[in-house]
């Protein structure tokens, strides 16, 4: 019997570029494909209405040291990360992250590149938000400069970090 599947609503698909509504799905600690080093994998479902809604698009976050700025980014915009939550310097660790994302809704903006000669959608660098960008006033996502400096330890991925910015002394929420 043959079947075909592409476009169907939950396979991976090629969204328009722009920014939606995301819901982050089946967040896991797993190794890269190419490279056998620690990533975050996770799926953002499409939660926007329209032709993409439940399509999903997959993103991974790096969890090597010269990457993690862009994991810290993103956890800071999701609001996993707060300056009410957080002190100067703070240990996470990447179990806790996996599970503070799993079913998190948010928003994101999407671009096209092509990978193998294949068309694939994107995470545009740092676009996580708790709000739409375009109710913010804002018509595209630039990459942040990271703010900390990070530290990985090899026997269980912590990300550790010292924040610039003035906060109170806790520990990370999880």
């Known amino acids: 019997m043959k079947?075909?599947?592409t476009g169907t609503p939950g396979?991976?698909?090629v969204v328009d570029p722009g920014e939606y509504k995301i819901r982050i799905e089946n967040a896991i600690e797993s190794k890269a494909r190419g490279s056998g080093e620690d990533v975050i994998e996770i799926k953002l479902r499409i939660k926007s209405e329209g032709s993409f809604l439940d399509?999903?698009?997959p993103h991974?976050?790096?969890l090597q040291n010269q990457a993690i700025w862009r994991l810290e980014n993103d956890l800071w915009a999701l609001g996993i990360f707060n300056q009410d939550s957080l002190g100067t310097a703070f240990d996470a660790d990447s179990a806790e992250i996996v599970k503070a994302l799993e079913g998190l809704e948010a928003y994101c903006s999407f671009f096209t590149e092509q990978f193998q000669g294949q068309d694939r959608s994107k995470?545009?660098?740092s676009s996580f938000s708790?709000?739409?960008k375009k109710a913010q006033g804002?018509?595209?996502a630039e990459p942040k400069t990271p703010?900390?400096?990070t530290t990985l330890t090899a026997a269980k991925p912590t990300v550790s970090g010292v924040i610039t910015s003035p906060m109170k002394g806790k520990k990370a929420p999880f």
Do not use: D, K, N, R
Request: proline letters at 4%.
């Open 3 to 5: 079947l075909h599947f």
């Open 11 to 13: 396979s991976f698909v």
């Open 55 to 57: 399509a999903i698009v």
């Open 60 to 62: 991974s976050w790096s």
């Open 123 to 125: 995470v545009v660098v």
């Open 130 to 132: 708790t709000e739409p």
């Open 138 to 140: 804002a018509q595209t």
């Open 147 to 149: 703010a900390i400096a």
